[in-house]
């Protein structure tokens, strides 16, 4: 690697605290990578429904990975420009602002328990109760539910939290707060992306909503204040290995991978494939409330600019379930192998699984369903199972497009293309069957770590680095394309027999099945 010997500023920083792993991606002018660090950190289950991480080993994983980047980069702190950090989104996290320890576990997004507390503040109202304020339906998925649990079910949380000496925030608060000194004057901060996964701000004004905060016992002490995503919040200090380097861009995963991906203008989408999957459209100046299961969120803000939003369609299980075929049932040894095996059968030989490990996300918003492997006969193989679970992406991608569709007729916006990033897009037989279901092209950008990207611009931005969203544009280059071959009517028999799939899901919680 050849030795870089100025000291000026060349380079930004992302940090990626997601789902599985914390990563630090160097990104030079031109957005290529010239360098990455990461490591995994533990998935802790509980019980049934129950997913957590431990902030702690979140944290010091993220100061690891900081330092493999730089020395695998070569560089040092004086060649950072600016620091964004991005993140798994509605994960919670509560903490002691004097002592910097967490009072619980990270309550994961995708964990289950707040279900009760959901249907208490739903009461006669609905689960779309605060809908025209925050955009969201009351539902386990988002963060707000899940502080309330924490003060509701740990022993002191309450009172500790009514003194004011407890903060919350999601993981790019708690990153960032660790970063600019911690319990030496860390800066307590979020972006509005994040604050728009809460359920607890206010869409319009893009603050605190005071009623919502009070309906579900959260102390307005421990909320960390709103920024825009591309702004200086603070420097990194001593013992971050960022010394005096600005943090000054903070998106949500979702939204970074959207900033990324150059969708800029009203119609754009993009999805990501990773964990689960996440569909956005660019809706401009709009606030556009789904009538179809979709999510209304920030898409982004700069700095002295109004808000841009999105529609989203989240759903909850597409790379996690090659995960779960690799580890719980030990049908392959790593998740490469998955396309190895579909690419052995010409389909799913009438096998459909329906991931609904969490319930059914968006569009469909049912935490009653749970997951189902359907259609089997004696003839089904392995292979044809691996087959099934790649086509169970595309199939649950297809059911939010539509919704998207839907929400979005009337306003001129019509999807021609769909640009796709994240792990599971090097899957070329999934690209080119999400091509098939959608009847749009799908296309890949030729720097697939969109999310880092994302928030690699918004710092960037924020301290001229880069001039402007158009010099985000000029970097963006398409990788490869995949065109629909299939025939429409082979298309429609899938999908039909997908959704009758997805119907036998539903209804399996009650109360013998928590």
């Given at each position: 690697?050849?030795?870089?010997?100025?000291?000026?500023?060349?380079?930004?920083?992302?940090?990626?605290?997601?789902?599985?792993?914390?990563?630090?991606?160097v990104?030079?002018?031109?957005?290529?990578?010239?360098?990455?660090?990461?490591?995994?950190?533990?998935?802790?289950?509980p019980?049934?429904?129950?997913?957590?991480?431990?902030?702690?080993?979140?944290?010091?994983?993220?100061?690891?990975?900081?330092?493999?980047?730089m020395?695998?980069?070569?560089?040092?702190?004086?060649?950072?420009?600016?620091v964004?950090?991005?993140?798994?989104?509605?994960?919670?996290?509560?903490?002691?602002?004097?002592?910097?320890?967490?009072?619980?576990n990270?309550?994961?997004?995708?964990?289950?328990r707040?279900?009760?507390?959901?249907?208490?503040?739903?009461?006669d109202?609905?689960?779309?109760?605060?809908?025209?304020?925050?955009?969201?339906?009351?539902?386990?998925?988002?963060?707000?539910p899940?502080?309330?649990?924490?003060?509701?079910?740990?022993?002191?949380?309450?009172?500790?939290?009514?003194?004011?000496?407890?903060?919350?925030?999601?993981?790019?608060?708690?990153?960032?707060?660790?970063?600019?000194?911690?319990?030496?004057?860390?800066?307590?901060?979020t972006?509005?992306?994040?604050?728009s996964?809460?359920?607890?701000?206010?869409?319009?004004?893009c603050?605190?909503?005071?009623?919502?905060?009070?309906?579900?016992?959260?102390?307005?002490?421990?909320?960390?204040?709103?920024?825009?995503?591309?702004?200086?919040?603070?420097?990194?200090?001593?013992?971050?290995?960022?010394?005096?380097?600005?943090?000054?861009?903070?998106?949500?995963?979702?939204?970074?991978?959207?900033?990324?991906?150059?969708?800029f203008e009203?119609g754009?989408a993009?999805?990501?494939y990773?964990?689960?999957?996440?569909?956005?459209?660019?809706?401009?100046s709009?606030?556009?409330?789904?009538?179809?299961?979709?999510?209304?969120?920030v898409?982004y803000?700069?700095?002295?600019?109004?808000?841009?939003?999105?529609l989203?369609?989240?759903?909850?299980?597409?790379?996690?379930?090659?995960?779960?075929?690799?580890?719980?049932?030990?049908?392959i040894?790593?998740?490469?192998?998955?396309?190895?095996?579909?690419?052995?059968?010409?389909?799913n030989?009438?096998?459909?699984?329906?991931?609904?490990f969490?319930?059914?996300?968006?569009?469909?918003?049912?935490?009653?369903?749970?997951?189902?492997?359907?259609?089997?006969?004696?003839?089904v193989?392995?292979?044809?199972?691996?087959?099934?679970?790649?086509?169970?992406?595309?199939y649950?991608?297809?059911?939010?497009?539509?919704?998207?569709?839907a929400?979005?007729?009337?306003?001129?916006?019509?999807?021609?293309?769909?640009?796709?990033?994240?792990?599971m897009t090097?899957n070329?037989?999934?690209?080119?069957?999400?091509a098939?279901?959608?009847?749009?092209?799908?296309?890949?950008?030729?720097?697939?770590?969109?999310?880092?990207?994302?928030?690699?611009?918004?710092?960037?931005?924020?301290?001229?680095f880069?001039?402007?969203?158009?010099d985000?544009?000029?970097?963006?280059?398409?990788?490869?394309?995949?065109?629909?071959?299939?025939?429409?009517?082979?298309?429609?028999?899938?999908?039909r027999?997908?959704?009758?799939a997805?119907?036998?899901?539903?209804?399996?919680?009650?109360?013998?099945?928590a």
């Amino acid at each position: 690697m050849r030795t870089r010997t100025t000291q000026h500023p060349q380079y930004v920083m992302a940090i990626d605290q997601g789902t599985t792993s914390s990563r630090a991606i160097v990104f030079d002018h031109d957005g290529q990578i010239v360098s990455i660090g990461q490591l995994e950190h533990e998935q802790i289950f509980p019980r049934p429904g129950w997913v957590e991480h431990n902030p702690v080993e979140i944290w010091a994983n993220v100061r690891e990975a900081i330092g493999q980047a730089m020395s695998r980069a070569e560089i040092n702190r004086r060649q950072v420009a600016a620091v964004g950090v991005t993140n798994q989104r509605e994960t919670a996290i509560v903490w002691d602002r004097h002592t910097g320890r967490p009072v619980y576990n990270a309550i994961v997004w995708q964990d289950t328990r707040t279900q009760a507390i959901c249907d208490r503040l739903a009461g006669d109202a609905g689960a779309d109760r605060y809908k025209d304020v925050c955009g969201l339906p009351l539902a386990t998925y988002f963060s707000g539910p899940k502080v309330a649990w924490i003060l509701e079910n740990i022993e002191g949380a309450r009172e500790a939290a009514e003194r004011g000496d407890l903060m919350f925030g999601t993981p790019e608060t708690w990153v960032i707060w660790q970063l600019t000194g911690g319990v030496d004057g860390g800066v307590h901060v979020t972006d509005v992306t994040n604050a728009s996964r809460t359920m607890l701000m206010d869409l319009r004004t893009c603050q605190w909503d005071e009623q919502i905060c009070a309906d579900m016992g959260i102390p307005m002490s421990m909320l960390p204040q709103i920024r825009t995503c591309s702004e200086v919040y603070g420097h990194g200090r001593e013992g971050s290995l960022l010394v005096d380097a600005p943090i000054a861009g903070s998106l949500g995963d979702q939204q970074a991978a959207t900033f990324g991906q150059a969708c800029f203008e009203p119609g754009m989408a993009k999805n990501t494939y990773g964990t689960g999957n996440f569909m956005l459209m660019n809706t401009g100046s709009d606030i556009v409330v789904s009538d179809n299961g979709l999510l209304t969120t920030v898409c982004y803000q700069l700095a002295g600019q109004e808000p841009v939003y999105a529609l989203e369609g989240s759903i909850a299980v597409t790379g996690s379930l090659v995960q779960w075929i690799r580890d719980n049932l030990k049908m392959i040894g790593s998740a490469a192998e998955i396309e190895q095996l579909a690419l052995q059968v010409e389909d799913n030989g009438g096998a459909y699984v329906v991931p609904a490990f969490s319930g059914l996300f968006a569009p469909y918003w049912r935490p009653d369903a749970r997951g189902a492997i359907v259609g089997l006969t004696r003839y089904v193989t392995r292979e044809h199972i691996a087959r099934a679970v790649l086509e169970s992406a595309a199939y649950q991608t297809r059911d939010v497009l539509d919704a998207m569709v839907a929400d979005a007729r009337g306003r001129g916006v019509e999807l021609s293309e769909l640009k796709v990033d994240g792990g599971m897009t090097v899957n070329e037989t999934l690209m080119q069957f999400q091509a098939d279901m959608l009847g749009v092209p799908v296309v890949r950008p030729k720097v697939p770590e969109t999310t880092a990207l994302g928030a690699a611009y918004a710092a960037g931005l924020a301290v001229g680095f880069w001039a402007g969203t158009e010099d985000v544009t000029a970097n963006w280059a398409e990788d490869k394309r995949w065109t629909p071959q299939m025939d429409p009517a082979e298309r429609d028999r899938l999908l039909r027999n997908w959704r009758k799939a997805v119907s036998k899901t539903l209804d399996w919680v009650d109360e013998d099945v928590a």
